[in-house]
């Protein structure tokens, strides 16, 4: 069984400061993809990363793979209220195919104070 | 833009119950997914779906549960007979091709067994 581990659980921060969240796992995956949940909604995409060692840049949240494509990090800069939320990391393996089946972490839930 | 919709956004049932949770996936995609989520807990996955038959599932996913594709658009998930524990919300999504391709999710569906 693969597991994804994600830290911090909780974060309460200030609007503007910087924060990074990591997601680990000692399992290898092709893709490794970070959603953003609502309360009440379903997970939201906001990334994949396919290559170790890539670098992806969202407006101020730049999101990076291992080398190793075993681990990765979410960092924002200057978060603002409204990107209070859950943040999952989600591991993609390749079944049959290319059916893929996603592994998620127990996710980060972020609160920005105004 | 198109999206997964599901049905019904809640469900209360008692427990013995049989419940059928419908789904409609995007309309170009070919890979269809159950999820679930206990309240706090995090996104779990339940079993994938391809041409017409399971390609993988997860342990949850036991004699209890069913999936099909009755008529080429709506994806369903059954459960037999409702346990207490089986109270979650439940995720369809579907997948675009490829490693990199973007799962879309549906709001879910809130089951609740009494």
């Known amino acids: 069984t693969q597991l994804l581990e994600q830290s911090p659980q909780f974060l309460s921060i200030q609007e503007g400061e910087n924060l990074t969240v990591y997601c680990n796992s000692s399992?290898?995956?092709?893709?490794l993809q970070w959603y953003r949940q609502e309360p009440g909604e379903g997970p939201v995409l906001l990334v994949t990363?396919?290559?170790?060692?890539e670098v992806k840049k969202l407006k101020r949240l730049t999101f990076q793979f291992g080398d190793a494509r075993k681990d990765s990090s979410l960092h924002i800069t200057a978060a603002q209220p409204g990107d209070t939320g859950l943040y999952l990391c989600?591991?993609?393996?390749?079944?049959?195919?290319?059916?893929?089946?996603?592994?998620f972490g127990s996710g980060t839930q972020l609160t920005v104070l105004p | 833009e198109p999206e997964v919709t599901q049905t019904p956004s809640h469900q209360v049932t008692q427990m013995g119950q049989e419940v059928i949770l419908r789904c409609v996936p995007i309309s170009n995609h070919l890979y269809f997914y159950w999820y679930r989520q206990i309240l706090g807990q995090k996104v779990e996955f339940l079993v994938s779906?391809?041409?017409?038959?399971?390609?993988?599932k997860s342990e949850i996913f036991d004699d209890q549960f069913s999936v099909e594709r009755p008529d080429g658009s709506n994806f369903t998930l059954k459960i037999r007979s409702t346990k207490l524990e089986d109270s979650a919300m439940y995720f369809c999504a579907s997948l675009t091709e490829g490693l990199a391709g973007e799962l879309f999710f549906g709001e879910g569906s809130r089951l609740t067994v009494l």
């Open positions: 779906f391809y041409n017409n038959e399971i390609s993988e």
């Open positions: 399992s290898v995956f092709s893709s």
């Open positions: 990363v396919v290559t170790g060692g």
């Open positions: 989600a591991g993609g393996v390749l079944l049959a195919g290319s059916a893929r089946q996603l592994t």
